[in-house]
Protein backbone atom coordinates (compact mmCIF):
# COMPACT_ATOMS: atom_id res chain seq x y z
CA UNK A 1 0.00 0.00 0.00
CA UNK A 2 1.69 3.42 -1.22
CA UNK A 3 0.13 6.19 0.65
CA UNK A 4 0.11 9.21 -1.37
CA UNK A 5 -0.77 13.22 0.05
CA UNK A 6 -1.55 15.64 -3.00
CA UNK A 7 0.26 13.55 -5.23
CA UNK A 8 3.41 13.00 -3.62
CA UNK A 9 4.71 10.03 -1.38
CA UNK A 10 4.52 11.00 1.99
CA UNK A 11 7.81 10.93 4.58
CA UNK A 12 7.30 8.76 7.34
CA UNK A 13 9.14 8.99 10.33
CA UNK A 14 9.00 5.91 12.60
CA UNK A 15 9.94 6.14 15.82
CA UNK A 16 9.83 4.96 19.44
CA UNK A 17 10.67 5.92 22.86
CA UNK A 18 11.62 4.46 26.08
CA UNK A 19 10.47 5.38 30.09
CA UNK A 20 10.87 5.14 33.27
CA UNK A 21 8.12 4.78 36.69
CA UNK A 22 7.50 8.14 38.13
CA UNK A 23 5.33 8.87 40.36
CA UNK A 24 2.77 6.04 41.72
CA UNK A 25 -0.78 7.53 40.74
CA UNK A 26 -2.41 4.22 42.88
CA UNK A 27 -2.39 0.14 42.80
CA UNK A 28 -0.26 -0.85 40.45
CA UNK A 29 -0.59 2.62 38.28
CA UNK A 30 2.40 4.68 37.76
CA UNK A 31 3.10 7.90 35.87
CA UNK A 32 6.14 7.57 33.45
CA UNK A 33 9.33 9.67 32.41
CA UNK A 34 10.92 9.03 28.81
CA UNK A 35 14.52 8.18 29.04
CA UNK A 36 15.06 7.64 25.62
CA UNK A 37 13.92 8.06 22.01
CA UNK A 38 14.48 6.75 18.74
CA UNK A 39 13.35 8.32 15.19
CA UNK A 40 14.09 7.70 11.30
CA UNK A 41 12.72 8.36 8.63
CA UNK A 42 11.36 5.63 6.34
CA UNK A 43 13.85 5.01 3.67
CA UNK A 44 16.90 6.65 4.76
CA UNK A 45 20.26 4.56 5.34
CA UNK A 46 22.33 4.86 8.42
CA UNK A 47 20.93 3.66 12.19
CA UNK A 48 17.85 5.36 13.86
CA UNK A 49 18.96 8.55 15.69
CA UNK A 50 18.43 8.24 19.81
CA UNK A 51 18.60 11.06 22.41
CA UNK A 52 18.84 9.69 25.72
CA UNK A 53 17.93 11.64 29.19
CA UNK A 54 20.94 12.26 31.44
CA UNK A 55 23.33 12.74 28.62
CA UNK A 56 24.23 15.74 27.15
CA UNK A 57 20.64 16.74 27.00
CA UNK A 58 17.71 17.55 29.32
CA UNK A 59 14.32 15.93 29.19
CA UNK A 60 12.91 19.51 27.47
CA UNK A 61 15.72 18.96 24.79
CA UNK A 62 15.37 15.42 24.21
CA UNK A 63 11.16 16.57 23.39
CA UNK A 64 12.04 19.63 20.98
CA UNK A 65 14.81 17.80 19.10
CA UNK A 66 11.95 15.31 18.48
CA UNK A 67 9.65 17.46 17.68
CA UNK A 68 11.27 19.24 14.93
CA UNK A 69 11.58 15.69 12.83
CA UNK A 70 8.15 14.77 14.12
CA UNK A 71 6.91 18.39 12.50
CA UNK A 72 8.96 17.25 9.56
CA UNK A 73 7.23 13.92 9.03
CA UNK A 74 4.19 13.90 6.96
CA UNK A 75 3.02 11.10 8.73
CA UNK A 76 4.33 8.79 11.77
CA UNK A 77 4.86 5.30 12.68
CA UNK A 78 5.40 2.54 15.44
CA UNK A 79 3.87 -0.04 17.59
CA UNK A 80 0.77 1.02 19.83
CA UNK A 81 2.03 4.69 19.14
CA UNK A 82 -1.62 5.53 19.68
CA UNK A 83 -1.92 3.79 22.72
CA UNK A 84 1.33 4.80 24.33
CA UNK A 85 3.88 6.48 22.66
CA UNK A 86 2.51 9.53 21.70
CA UNK A 87 0.65 10.04 24.56
CA UNK A 88 2.97 9.69 26.94
CA UNK A 89 4.71 12.02 24.36
CA UNK A 90 1.93 14.32 24.78
CA UNK A 91 2.36 14.65 28.58
CA UNK A 92 5.45 15.36 29.11
CA UNK A 93 5.23 17.92 26.37
CA UNK A 94 2.89 19.43 29.00
CA UNK A 95 4.88 18.67 32.27
CA UNK A 96 7.60 20.82 30.47
CA UNK A 97 5.82 23.49 29.17
CA UNK A 98 5.81 22.82 25.26
CA UNK A 99 3.02 22.85 23.04
CA UNK A 100 0.36 19.73 22.00
CA UNK A 101 1.94 17.48 19.30
CA UNK A 102 0.09 18.16 16.23
CA UNK A 103 -2.31 16.18 14.72
CA UNK A 104 -0.23 13.85 12.65
CA UNK A 105 -1.96 10.55 10.22
CA UNK A 106 0.25 7.91 11.82
CA UNK A 107 0.36 3.73 11.02
CA UNK A 108 0.33 1.75 14.15
CA UNK A 109 1.47 -1.64 13.64
CA UNK A 110 -0.56 -3.04 16.47
CA UNK A 111 -3.89 -1.20 16.56
CA UNK A 112 -4.39 -1.20 13.03
CA UNK A 113 -3.48 -4.78 12.43
CA UNK A 114 -6.19 -6.58 11.38
CA UNK A 115 -7.97 -8.51 13.65
CA UNK A 116 -6.50 -12.01 14.17
CA UNK A 117 -7.05 -14.72 17.37
CA UNK A 118 -4.35 -16.87 18.93
CA UNK A 119 -0.96 -14.48 17.80
CA UNK A 120 0.55 -11.98 20.23
CA UNK A 121 0.66 -8.59 18.46
CA UNK A 122 3.77 -7.94 20.57
CA UNK A 123 6.57 -6.44 17.77
CA UNK A 124 8.88 -9.38 18.50
CA UNK A 125 6.00 -12.51 18.30
CA UNK A 126 4.64 -10.20 14.71
CA UNK A 127 8.37 -10.03 13.43
CA UNK A 128 9.14 -13.91 13.75
CA UNK A 129 5.67 -14.94 12.65
CA UNK A 130 6.29 -12.82 9.59
CA UNK A 131 10.06 -13.94 8.87
CA UNK A 132 11.32 -10.49 9.46
CA UNK A 133 15.04 -11.12 10.18
CA UNK A 134 15.63 -7.73 12.53
CA UNK A 135 15.72 -8.51 15.92
CA UNK A 136 14.24 -6.61 19.32
CA UNK A 137 16.79 -6.02 21.61
CA UNK A 138 15.68 -7.64 25.01
CA UNK A 139 16.51 -6.45 28.78
CA UNK A 140 15.96 -8.16 31.92
CA UNK A 141 14.72 -6.46 34.99
CA UNK A 142 18.12 -5.79 36.09
CA UNK A 143 18.81 -4.59 32.79
CA UNK A 144 15.96 -1.73 33.53
CA UNK A 145 16.86 -1.56 36.84
CA UNK A 146 20.53 -0.08 35.55
CA UNK A 147 18.52 1.98 32.78
CA UNK A 148 16.21 3.65 35.06
CA UNK A 149 18.66 4.33 37.29
CA UNK A 150 20.17 6.50 34.15
CA UNK A 151 23.36 4.99 35.13
CA UNK A 152 26.00 4.60 31.72
CA UNK A 153 25.82 0.82 30.98
CA UNK A 154 22.18 0.82 31.40
CA UNK A 155 21.71 4.24 29.02
CA UNK A 156 23.43 2.34 26.48
CA UNK A 157 21.34 -0.83 26.68
CA UNK A 158 18.32 1.59 26.41
CA UNK A 159 19.38 3.02 22.84
CA UNK A 160 20.32 -0.02 21.59
CA UNK A 161 17.11 -1.51 22.31
CA UNK A 162 15.19 1.76 21.35
CA UNK A 163 17.13 1.53 17.91
CA UNK A 164 16.57 -1.96 17.44
CA UNK A 165 12.65 -1.25 17.97
CA UNK A 166 12.26 1.67 15.22
CA UNK A 167 14.22 -0.74 12.78
CA UNK A 168 12.08 -3.97 13.69
CA UNK A 169 8.85 -1.98 13.36
CA UNK A 170 9.89 -0.37 9.72
CA UNK A 171 10.39 -4.20 8.72
CA UNK A 172 7.13 -5.09 10.46
CA UNK A 173 5.25 -2.61 8.68
CA UNK A 174 6.55 -3.28 5.46
CA UNK A 175 5.90 -6.71 5.63
CA UNK A 176 2.54 -6.39 7.14
CA UNK A 177 1.33 -4.29 4.46
CA UNK A 178 2.63 -6.06 1.40
CA UNK A 179 0.48 -9.15 2.77
CA UNK A 180 -2.67 -7.20 3.49
CA UNK A 181 -2.65 -7.56 7.07
CA UNK A 182 -2.44 -3.75 7.67
CA UNK A 183 -5.67 -1.34 7.99
CA UNK A 184 -5.15 2.01 6.61
CA UNK A 185 -3.21 4.68 9.09
CA UNK A 186 -5.40 6.93 10.73
CA UNK A 187 -5.35 10.38 11.57
CA UNK A 188 -3.86 10.69 15.23
CA UNK A 189 -5.37 13.91 17.62
CA UNK A 190 -3.87 14.99 20.44
CA UNK A 191 -7.77 15.30 21.66
CA UNK A 192 -8.42 11.76 21.50
CA UNK A 193 -9.92 11.18 17.99
CA UNK A 194 -8.71 8.64 15.55
CA UNK A 195 -8.14 5.75 17.27
Known amino acids: MKIQLSGRSLKWLGFDL??????????????????????????????????LLGQEMTAKEMLQRFLEYYNDADAVTGHYIRGYDLPTLNQAMLEYGLPPLPAKLSHDTKNDLLR?????????????????????????????????????????????RVASDVELQIEVRAALMERGYLGRPKVWRPSGGGK
Not at 21 to 37: K, N
Request: no cysteine; proline share 4%.
Open 18 to 51: EARPLSWMGGDWVTREITAIGWKFIGDRGKPYVV
Open 116 to 160: LQGNSKSLENLAATLGVQGKKVGMSQADWREANRLLPEGLKKTAR
